[in-house]
Nanobody, 126 residues
Framework: QVQLAESGGGAVQSGGSLTLSCTVS????????MGWFRQAPGKEREFVAS????????RYEESVGGRFTISRDNVKNTATLQMNSLRPDDTAVYYC???????????????????WGQGTQVLVSS
């Protein structure tokens, strides 16, 4: 059973940075494409970023492009979301997720991801 555990959330002022990490256990990490989603209060969960199994392909939600960077370490079994220039509207619970798929394909459809972490809170104050 694949298990995901996020860490690195917290509170930061607008313009600040946070790094979220997702550690994967119970499976072969290089078989798994990774993604980050978020859910703000009163809103539906939305796609943030994803990365292919190889790490060579990435996708970003338009509002985070140029500010967030997703990466992965296939030795340490971790996926990371570096978040810079944070804004109050980035406030949400952030979830990492895992999907099986093609080696060079990054996915964005929530239904594609079958394993989910418990979420980590990010709070950005103005």
């Amino acid at each position: 059973q694949v298990q995901l555990a996020e860490s690195g959330g917290g509170a930061v002022q607008s313009g600040g940075s946070l790094t979220l990490s997702c550690t994967v256990s119970g499976g072969t990490f290089s078989d798994i494409a990774m993604g980050w989603f978020r859910q703000a209060p009163g809103k539906e969960r939305e796609f943030v970023a994803s990365i292919s199994r190889s790490g060579g392909s990435t996708r970003y939600e338009e509002s985070v492009g140029g500010r967030f960077t997703i990466s992965r370490d296939n030795v340490k079994n971790t996926a990371t979301l570096q978040m810079n220039s944070l804004r109050p509207d980035d406030t949400a619970v952030y979830y990492c997720a895992a999907a099986y798929g093609l080696y060079e394909q990054a996915y964005r459809l929530e239904s594609r991801f079958i394993y989910w972490g418990q979420g980590t809170q990010v709070l950005v104050s103005s």
